[in-house]
């Protein structure tokens, strides 16, 4: 499937159950305080009909897919009203507080039109049920998550059960090149069972005194082939050695310019062995604007390479304009090698601790996103990884995931990112910024320190102001997603 279809696909399986889950928890928050409900609502307006109504409750779809709402009765209400008033002096004083809509029918109006005969704005239930119908959508939202991170943990999650290796090199007349080992292999197991990484390996194939069965991985579509190699001499082993491999180059850079090719392996920097990738990066950053040589090996060829390091490259590219990559080498063989992934495998989880999972992803979530601005003021976290992201960017991220079920032929990758986007939304909506369910309850918790509420026109003026710089933020952000789509960070 494509990006974009994926995306779409991720849009609805993701955010509109999300959404429903939301406003569902306000729908029923309110239920339970009694607030009266006039609709139910997914997207925004313009409104392009109503699917059906319950009770007082209209339910609704509308064109903007970017959320939904629930609208109760006196919404915009801020004055509670008198417990003592009389019938009528409630409902005028409802109406005093309350545009006139379509038609000349106002929400009270509404509302008893449709048989309700007491009808409860927001403002007349007392402060803490009030703040339990606020937060309503976020604890539907993190109930959904625990139960989604449940079903995660009961079918299966992945455990780590050993390394791979990737070949890259088998060395020229090596014993490994003879028994059939190829550049581009991913060997898996040794003698039936699995290792732990490179080092265990190789560890293996010397302490062996008889032949060892490699299982290795081939081709595009991962032939498991069987290679067999020849007891490996001990006298002929030493230390591995970690160096650098030129995994690709950028045209008319000045590694592309001295003759660097993908696939050369730097043996040494003007004259000195290199301890790896880390090793090269800090002595090409001391060497900026000065001449350096590099040994280069190419197959059985091994050269020297002059070129100059840049002090101001193109953004990306680097001062030599080459992409590089960690590999190892036994020098006992000339076997060159790559540490790969860990192999995995589904393993259900017992009951209790698909309980304890659940809860504890919950906590990781919540725990990553509080620590987040401190990890992108310290440098842990880059800009763009921590950039804000929009439905837009959501639905990218999600066609991504949705993908790698489709390949898994499992629905486990789907359900922890939906629970995840689950938890981050209703963390994010309980925060105390105006026009949030978080802001409104920050005026629901002064008006009990106060022991009055916010002048009605001052708390909607916050909101206002809130709500309108929330809406151009997210203009931008979908503007973003769509020119830099996320999926580039995860390819």
Known sequence: MTDTILAIAAFFVVLIPLILVHELGHFLAAKRVGITILEFAIGFPPRIRKIFTWGETEFTINWIPLGGYVRPLGEDMVRPLDEKATEDERTALLARHQEEKEGGQSDIAEARSRGVLNPKAVNEIKPLPRIFFMAGGALANFVLAFLLFFIVAITGIPQPIGGSVGVVS?????????????????????????????????????????????????GENGERVEVVIPPLSQSSREPIQRLTLIAGTVPDAPGDAAGIQPGDIVEAFNGEPLDGTEAFRARTRENVGREITLTIRRGNDVFDVSLTPRANPPEGQGAIGIVINAVLRDPGTGFLFLEGAQQEEIVPQPLIDSLRYGVQRIAEVISLTVRLPAQLLSGAVTAEEARPVSVVGMSQIGGFVLQQSIDQGRVGPILDFIAVISVALGFFNLLPIPALDGGRILFVLVEIVRGRPIAPEREGLVHLVGLALLLSLSVLVILNDVINPITNLLR
Do not use: H, W
């Open 170 to 218: 088998t060395g020229t007349n090596s014993a490994l090149a003879e028994a059939g080992l190829q550049p581009g292999d991913l060997v898996t197991d040794v003698n039936g069972a699995k290792f732990s990484d490179s080092n265990a390996l190789i560890d293996t194939l010397y302490a062996s005194t008889e032949n060892s069965t490699l299982t290795v991985q081939r």
